[in-house]
């Protein structure tokens, strides 16, 4: 998915593009780039990078210019590099183009258009249009017939749109199965992959529909029939709402949102591309050394890994937050670095990893931004595919990165001969069950989870208890909190209680417990021994847990019951609970849930 | 886009005040349920309203006579007989034309912010039907429903035994498509059938509702919804005809309106509000969340603590009313209490038809139009006397 916007108006535009594609970032962000004319000369800017980046880095706001595109990726296929990111223009610089969409028959056309003497500057489809444009200019000298000629050779789908040095002043664009839209203003005009794009600045919008193209100019617009060029009359829609509603797609929060989409996004972790995890096992298995980096709540993630490949590949691996590397790893040429980051940019990350290929040692990382640093520096990366991930607070990355780390131990005891073939392929059904579970426990459970979160949000302290793996989830869980709805929340592994925390423990000194299930029956016993010595001292303890209700029933003070569930996916589960009653409880206290105070969504300075 | 409330129904639940008049004309915070929705309707951007009447019908179509709402195009349909949320649907079929998407609404549900905004929003932005889910204190009265990624409604379960599910329940506002009245016809016009045709068809979406949001079934649940509403005040207002004498004191958000005399000493403190044409007596004490009716009469030394009495209720000397309802026409002799705890502070329970635990500690007395109580009598906790009823005075020395 990417983003088109375009502007035609009376003065300075850049702005106005700018605006267009960061609320067009929702549709991905790895590479953007502009395209604007002045005095019939085309001025084009891109990079890797996202929307607010680009914009810092390079001085495209001082161009004056009344007329202009833009365009920002995501890459599906195809690597993220500065060639490969639109606006491309044709040979003569004469036509820049930016699309959206897919032209399937693009490698004849390019092998014909080479032969023709074109040549071609990045490996994406998007290039052809741009050559044809000119082609078919210099036999007509009519951009519209040009448009039409080449919409005529290429198949597949788009949604494009071009500006030209012949007819400066308009906007070309057309549509065929991907979105596009024309904003209406006076003296001013627009066009968008979806109301996004402008509608800050009008709401009046005209949809395209397949096979229709437009030519749009400051104050006129014209919308025709591809294949008779026949002029049609289009209603104008009055969108009333606002960018961020329609974005969010109904849900009120994009942490929701996010929330909600962990079923399709541990979909897509299972459906990896095999080969690339066995690249990383086996990185792991020669190394003599390895650590797991990451910080704040891929630290956490690294700590679950590490009970993963503890228990799963019997393999200890040192988890080490990204800001400490430096002073706690002995790193050598035969360690191996294993680095986790939603956004890849991640400044300790990836002075860590600097620090350690300098020293020669063997890098990789699990990372959701395509052509992000840290994707492009490593040895092997491995792409979670989640989707862009917008609410600063992580949920369905972190949840991803868990199972892709879950995968990666399961495979590594397999090749070890930890585990056998059989409990392999087990730990394999429990994961693919997963994305079902977590979509049931979304559904019956968030009016619990809302009472409780209701009813405790006035809380300033909550205790969070969990031992063995269930103690990353107790700390990611309580970082939730922290994060969103600004509570003091503390993680810590149940056997540490008796050690000091037991003295502050009292009725104002609220306990979350997340309660393993009974199969684990070392882990349960012990969990419930750490309840039960904190009710002795009249705390209180809300229990997440797998067990009947009313069977424990003076043992917790509120209770979150869960549906029976395979014990590897158990702490899975868990931290989505987490997850909600964070969410919740950030809402009953009406938090910026987003966006929060003193937060940026990756954090790219040290 | 045209909006249908629906407003016949009997709402039994609500009983004593549900026995005179439609639930939408249920008083809270200074005005009705009704008056409500159609102010957040019209700043929604709806002003073609159609409601649906029956029980009552004249309580409701007098009061909207009388309190001109601008704007508004008010039309009034029929429900002859009571048959049903889906039969009173069915009422308004022939003003909605084919094609056409309607905004559907409960009457009884009670909303601060403007939820009818909200749900145009994601009908905009769905372009297909769209029900507002949301997600209450308990699940057991509402159709609770399933949700993809894609907030596609899946699957309905109406009103689950026990407290099985914890799911986002339906919040009874709705944006839907002319052809559901033929969905409401194949289904022997039952609502839940045809939603539930509707989600394995053509599909439904949900928009999530998050702010308060209140069904108002049960008598105590009108103080919540006093409260929900006071809640949300911003200022205070005093009608330039309102009279206060020395010594009153006002105290957070109190709204007095027009013609309002309040004696000398009496104290108020907010969120109040206070109707038009009321008297307060020397020294009374309204404490917060009071919402007292139009032309009521309060006499001196009253205390009125988190009540609701609508109009032209009278409360004599040295009464107090607190965590109550008192509908029009009450009489209250001087000297009454209704008692609002028990002496163990358990959750007070209320025989309404059957006896139900309302999880209150503090709750008081729902008293219907036009009861009178006689001087000296001390209420019961959770107390319902129902409209008409004569409570005699009740004396600890008699002349016999």
């Known amino acids: ?36 004319m002045n005095k019939s000369r085309l001025f084009i800017k891109k990079d890797i990078g996202g929307v607010e980046e680009f914009y810092r880095k390079h001085d495209v706001l001082q161009q004056k210019s009344n007329i202009g595109i833009a365009h920002t990726r995501w890459a599906t296929h195809g690597k993220v590099t500065k060639g490969n990111t639109h606006p491309f223009t044709s040979r003569d610089g004469n036509f820049a183009v930016v699309h959206n969409g897919i032209i399937s028959n693009y490698r004849p056309l390019r092998d014909q258009l080479k032969k023709e003497g074109y040549k071609f500057s990045s490996d994406t489809d998007t290039e052809v249009i741009a050559h044809l444009l000119e082609k078919f200019f210099k036999k007509s000298r009519n951009p519209e017939k040009a448009l039409l000629k080449t919409l005529n050779m290429i198949e597949g789908t788009f949604a494009l749109a071009f500006i030209c040095t012949y007819l400066p002043g308009h906007i070309f664009c057309a549509k065929r199965e991907s979105p596009l839209m024309l904003g209406i203003g006076d003296e001013i005009k627009f066009v968008g992959s979806d109301f996004n794009a402008f509608i800050d600045h009008t709401k009046n919008a005209v949809i395209l529909d397949d096979g229709e193209y437009a ?16 002029e049609i009359t289009k209603p104008i829609t009055k969108i009333e709402w606002d960018s961020e509603t329609s974005k969010k797609g109904g849900y009120p929060h994009y942490m929701l949102k996010e929330i909600y989409e962990q079923p399709q996004t541990i979909s897509n972790a299972l459906d990896l591309e095999p080969s690339g995890l066995d690249d990383v096992v086996e990185m792991f298995e020669k190394a003599e050394s390895s650590y797991f ?11 679950y890994a590490q009970y993963i490949f503890s228990e799963l590949a019997q393999k200890f691996i040192a988890p080490i937050s990204s800001d ?57 990366v491995i792409l979670q595919g989640s989707g862009p991930e917008i609410c600063v607070i992580s949920t369905k990355a972190a949840l991803s990165q868990m199972v892709v780390l879950t995968l990666l131990g ?73 994060e969103v709805a600004y509570v003091h929340a503390e993680g810590m592994p149940g056997g540490f209680l008796k050690h000091g925390t037991l003295a502050m423990i009292d009725d104002d000194i609220p306990c979350i417990v997340f309660v393993p299930p009974k199969e684990k029956k070392d882990l349960y016993q012990s969990t419930i021994h750490s309840i039960e010595e904190i009710r002795a001292r009249s705390g209180f303890v809300l229990g997440i847990h797998f067990t009947e209700q009313g069977k424990n029933h003076d043992l917790f003070s509120e209770e979150l019951i869960l549906p029976n569930v395979p014990t590897l996916t158990a702490p899975l589960i868990q931290l989505v609970i987490g997850q909600l009653f964070a969410y919740f409880t950030a809402t009953s206290l009406k938090r910026n849930v987003d966006k929060p105070r003193s937060l940026a969504k990756s954090v790219t300075v040290g | 886009m045209k909006a249908i409330i629906l407003a016949a129904g009997k709402g039994s639940h609500l009983s004593p005040f549900s026995d005179t ?8 915070a200074g005005r009705t349920i009704l008056d409500n929705s159609l102010e957040l309707l019209n700043s929604s951007g709806i002003n073609d309203i159609f409601v649906v009447v029956g029980h009552k019908r004249e309580k409701l179509i007098d009061a909207l006579r009388e309190h001109d709402h601008e704007g508004l195009n008010i039309h009034y349909v029929e429900q002859k007989q009571n048959r049903g949320i889906g039969n009173a649907v069915m009422q308004v079929k022939n003003k909605i034309s084919p094609g056409e998407y309607f905004l559907l609404l409960y009457g009884d549900i009670l909303t601060a912010n403007n939820i009818f905004s909200k749900i145009q929003q994601s009908f905009h932005a769905f372009k297909c039907p769209v029900a507002s889910i949301c997600l209450p204190p308990s699940n057991e009265q509402f159709g609770n429903v399933f949700l993809n990624a894609q907030m596609e409604i899946t699957k309905i379960i109406e009103k689950p035994k026990s407290n099985s599910l914890g799911n986002y329940v339906l919040a009874g506002v709705f944006v839907l498509p002319a052809s559901f009245f033929q969905l409401l016809e194949s289904s022997g016009a039952s609502m839940e059938k045809a939603l539930k045709k509707m989600v394995a068809g053509d599909g439904l979406r949900a928009s999530m509702w998050e702010d308060e949001w209140l069904d108002v079934v049960h008598p105590w649940e009108i103080l919540t919804a006093n409260k929900m509403i006071m809640d949300f005040w911003e200022g205070s207002s005093i009608a330039k005809t309102a009279i206060l004498e020395a010594n009153v004191t006002l105290q957070g958000i109190v709204k007095i309106e027009a ?26 004490l309204i404490r917060s969340y009071t919402s007292l009716g139009k032309n009521c009469e309060v006499g001196s030394g009253v205390e009125l603590k988190n009540c609701v009495v609508m109009d032209n209720t009278q409360i004599g000397r040295l009464s107090f009313i607190g965590d109550s309802v008192l509908g029009e026409n009450v009489d209250i002799g001087s000297g009454c209490m209704t008692v609002n705890r028990t002496i163990d502070w358990k959750p007070i329970s209320v025989k309404n038809g059957k006896r139900i635990s309302t999880g209150m500690s503090k ?21 319902v006397v129902h409209s008409g009823e004569i409570i005699p005075a009740c004396y600890s020395v008699t002349h016999k």
């Not at chain 2, 008049?21 to 809270?28: E, K, N, S, T």
């Open chain 1, 1 to 36: 998915m990417c983003g088109i916007s375009g502007v035609v108006g009376l003065k300075d535009v850049s702005q106005l593009l700018f605006e267009g594609i960061r609320n067009l970032e929702y549709r991905g962000y790895d590479s953007c780039g502009v395209a604007l």
């Open chain 1, 324 to 380: 400490e590397f430096l002073s706690l790893a002995n790193v050598d040429k035969k360690t191996l670095v294993f680095a986790m980051s939603q956004s890849g940019e991640t400044f300790d990350t990836l002075s860590a990893l600097k620090f350690s290929q300098a020293k020669g040692a063997k890098t990789a990382a699990v990372v959701n931004v395509m052509g992000s640093s840290i994707a492009r520096m490593v040895d092997k």
């Open chain 2, 363 to 383: 709750l008081g007395a729902f008293i219907g139009d036009g009861v009178v109580v006689g001087a000296g009598n001390m209420i019961q906790p959770g107390t």
């Open chain 2, 21 to 28: 008049r439609p639930q939408p004309m249920i008083g809270v």
């Open chain 1, 410 to 482: 399961m495979k590594l005891g397999l090749k070890k001969k930890v585990i056998s073939k059989k409990a392999y392929q087990e730990n394999l059904k429990s994961l693919k069950e997963l994305p079902a579970i977590i979509q049931g426990v979304l559904n019956e459970r968030s009016g619990f989870i809302h009472r409780i979160a209701n009813k405790y949000c006035k809380n300033k302290n909550w205790l969070y208890l969990g031992r063995g793996i269930y103690y990353p989830i107790a700390l990611e869980a309580a970082l939730k909190m922290k």
């Open chain 2, 259 to 284: 013609d309002v005399l309040i004696k000398a000493g009496a104290v108020i403190e907010g969120p109040c509000s206070i109707g038009s044409g009321s008297y307060i007596g020397n020294n009374s």
């Open chain 1, 293 to 303: 980096l990451g910080v704040g709540t891929t630290f956490y993630v690294a700590i």
């Open chain 1, 215 to 230: 030519i749009l100019s400051r104050d006129s617009y014209v919308v025709k029939n591809i294949l008779n060029e026949e």
